[in-house]
């Protein structure tokens, strides 16, 4: 089996963890990972995630069609902090064993240069037992909230709910090996830096 190196890519909301993530799979070929994609696929219908889901926060929670309504639970965890953790007790342990498989499967068939795991919860989760590095995207709040806003629709109070369930800028500082900062709207001067971070860190 070939040994492939994982990249860990963690920050904010809105830091522009899916730009970067889009670059390192064109650009370098690496098999990219979302962990809310993957957490999203973990909750369908029919598996233990969704009944576990739906005992916990009743059916307001269904759309007719009988999968979950994501804005909906939003709205619900992001509330409440007691809430998000339990509904992370829920999903994180399958989320967790989905990834290990996916990377057994890629270091099986050797294909590509590297994988990337992309979660705002990295750290909170224990990534750094799967990851050979985490790198962390800094974008201050202000700039996140206006971005968020005109692509996403995010409203200021939605990106604030969220934020105050993520660590803050001085915890994913201290506890990542390197930090990229998306603060720059021309994107280029992002990609410089993963580039750079990519030699220098051994992941080519
Ligand atoms: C709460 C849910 C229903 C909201 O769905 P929605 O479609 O509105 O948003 P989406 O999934 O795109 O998430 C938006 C952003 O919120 C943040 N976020 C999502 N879940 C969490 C969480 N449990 N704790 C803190 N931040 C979170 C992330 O930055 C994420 O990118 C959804 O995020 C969810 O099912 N979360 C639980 C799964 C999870 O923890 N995913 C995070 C990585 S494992
Ligand atoms: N350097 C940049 N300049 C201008 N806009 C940017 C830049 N980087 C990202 N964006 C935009 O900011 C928004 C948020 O970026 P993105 O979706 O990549 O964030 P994210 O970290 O993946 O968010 P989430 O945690 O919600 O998954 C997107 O609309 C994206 O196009």
New binding site residues.
């Given amino acids: 089996m070939k040994h492939i190196k994982i990249l860990g890519i963690t920050?904010g909301?809105?830091?522009?963890?899916?730009?970067i993530l889009s670059y390192l799979a064109q650009q370098y070929g690496a098999r990219v990972i979302e962990l809310?994609k993957a957490a999203h696929l973990c909750m369908q219908p029919g598996t233990s995630c969704y009944e576990q889901i739906v005992d916990r926060f009743g059916k307001k929670i269904l759309k007719e069609d009988g999968s979950i309504d994501r804005p909906v639970l939003s709205r619900i965890v992001f509330a409440d902090r007691q809430e998000v953790e339990a509904l992370n007790h829920m999903v994180h342990p399958a989320v967790k064993a989905y990834i290990r498989k996916e990377i057994r499967k890629e270091r099986e068939s050797g294909k590509v240069p590297f994988v990337v795991l992309e979660a705002?919860l990295l750290l909170e989760d224990h990534y750094d037992e799967i990851c050979d590095e985490i790198w962390y995207?800094y974008v201050e709040e202000e700039t996140r909230i206006r971005?968020?806003q005109s692509?996403r629709g995010y409203t200021p109070e939605k990106t604030r709910a969220v934020l105050k369930n993520q660590k803050s800028d001085e915890e994913f500082r201290r506890f990542c090996q390197f930090m990229i900062d998306?603060s720059?709207?021309n994107?280029e001067n992002?990609y410089k830096q993963i580039d750079r971070g990519l030699m220098t860190h051994g992941f080519l």
């Fill in positions: 920050g909301v809105g830091a522009g963890k899916s730009t809310d705002a995207v971005r968020l692509s998306n720059s709207d994107v992002t």
